[in-house]
Antibody, heavy 124, light 108 residues
Framework: QVQLQQRGAGLLKPSETLSLTCGVYGGSFSDYSWSWIRQPPGKGLQWIGEINRGGRTNYSPSLGSRVTISADTSKSQFSLKLSSVTVADTAVYYC??????????????????WGQGTLVIVSS | SSELTQDPAVSVALGQTVRITCQGDGLRSYYASWYRQKPGQAPVLVIYDKNSRPSGIPDRFSGSRSGNTASLTITGAQAEDEADYYCNSRDSSGNHWVFGGGTKLTVL
């Protein structure tokens, strides 16, 4: 059973860089794509970006150039960096495995499992 | 704003059937996945593919799709099903993922 374990700083000041890492345990790392998702307090989920098994990244247009996702296959972990944070970046950040498939010509994707979540607070 | 639209809140009597819907143009080309989130916990996958459940998810949960609308149906809702439910799919470009705004399910 694959498990994801997150770690990283939970309190930042505006303009600093958020940095989180997600370790993958109990399963293959190289065979899958991996994503970061966040949830502001009391609000819904927002997809941040992904890194696929070839190391190619894909980011949410709303976060664009502030986001960097990287992977270290030797350590079975992937990381999120979000630069120039503001109060609006306060959220619980989750890592998750992204899987895809096809059924009768329709593509489907799903996020499973998820990490435990890390509350990141941005405050001066 | 989200490219997937969900009703903010739905209620159901204990043991009855409830349908939670998700609308979006991307759903014409991609199946939705559904997640249950209880307070203070990470989301948990409940439905993916046309209508597949991960191990451990009861068979009272089912999924369907018609046109631009995906639905999550709980047949015989239980008290432990009270939670927020989110749909997810690709956006209309097919290049990114989006979540619906979430539906808070109350079991009366």
């Amino acid at each position: 059973q694959v498990q994801l374990q997150q770690r990283g700083a939970g309190l930042l000041k505006p303009s600093e860089t958020l940095s989180l890492t997600c370790g993958v345990y109990g399963g293959s790392f190289s065979d899958y794509s991996w994503s970061w998702i966040r949830q502001p307090p009391g609000k819904g989920l927002q997809w941040i970006g992904e890194i696929n098994r070839g190391g190619r990244t894909n980011y949410s247009p709303s976060l664009g150039s502030r986001v960097t996702i990287s992977a270290d296959t030797s350590k079975s972990q992937f990381s999120l960096k979000l630069s120039s944070v503001t109060v609006a970046d306060t959220a619980v950040y989750y890592c998750a495995r992204l899987r895809s498939g096809y059924y009768h010509g329709f593509r489907f994707d799903w996020f499973d499992p998820w990490g435990q979540g890390t509350l990141v607070i941005v405050s001066s | 704003s989200s490219e997937l639209t969900q009703d903010p809140a739905v209620s159901v009597a204990l043991g009855q059937t409830v349908r939670i819907t998700c609308q979006g143009d991307g759903l014409r080309s991609y199946y939705a996945s559904w997640y249950r989130q209880k307070p203070g916990q990470a989301p948990v996958l409940v439905i993916y593919d046309k209508n597949s459940r991960p191990s451990g998810i009861p068979d009272r949960f089912s999924g369907s799709r018609s046109g631009n609308t995906a639905s999550l149906t709980i047949t015989g809702a239980q008290a432990e099903d009270e939670a927020d439910y989110y749909c997810n799919s690709r956006d209309s470009s097919g290049n990114h993922w989006v979540f619906g705004g979430g539906t808070k399910l109350t079991v009366l």
